[in-house]
């Protein structure tokens, strides 16, 4: 892959996210606090946890990147190495959630189309998910925040939360 076609993929990856997220940062904006702590009812996360989640698996995942430009020798990364699974501080609030994903936006957006282009031709495995390159993991990076997002919006709509036209 050449650097301008790395540069295209990123660009619409951040792109993608960053539409995802917007959509998700105007739901939070029309909910009230106590909707955002509602679980769907067959169980699994609250929005205010799928929140944190994304903003900590876009974190960690950055930080890899990083960690793969500073060490040549780094192929392989634990499953809680790329944020799986990994949750911080809820947000008590909407205001605070839609906040918090606004910073993941701003993130992403200054972030993943800047990652250096050596990096995303090294090879890393992840256990049970696979070995590839890391510009073929990007897009399952961000459709997993994008699946995400989507799951709050189902958790939202399932407890009659979901704004209409949302």
Not at 94 to 115: D, H, I, M
Request: overall charge negative; some cysteine.
């Amino acid at each position: 892959m050449t650097t301008g076609t790395h540069s295209t993929a990123l660009t619409d990856a951040a792109t993608t996210a960053d539409r995802s997220l917007a959509r998700l940062e105007a739901v939070l904006g029309r909910i009230g606090d106590g909707d955002l702590h509602l679980a769907h009812r067959n169980g699994g996360w609250t929005p205010a946890q799928l929140v944190s989640h994304i903003s900590l698996s876009t974190l960690v995942w950055l930080g890899d990147m990083e960690r793969l430009r500073q060490d040549s020798e780094l192929g392989f990364f634990f499953r809680e190495e790329i944020g799986h699974d990994a949750v911080g501080y809820p947000p008590p609030t909407a205001e605070l959630a839609a906040r918090k994903v606004a910073s993941t936006r701003r993130t992403l957006a200054s972030c993943l189309p800047a990652t250096d282009p050596a990096v995303l031709e090294r090879t890393v495995e992840i256990p049970d998910l696979g070995t590839m390159a890391v510009a073929d993991w990007i897009p399952l990076i961000v459709g997993h925040l994008t699946g995400h997002v989507d799951q709050a919006f189902e958790v939202l709509a399932d407890r009659g939360a979901l704004p209409e036209g949302a």
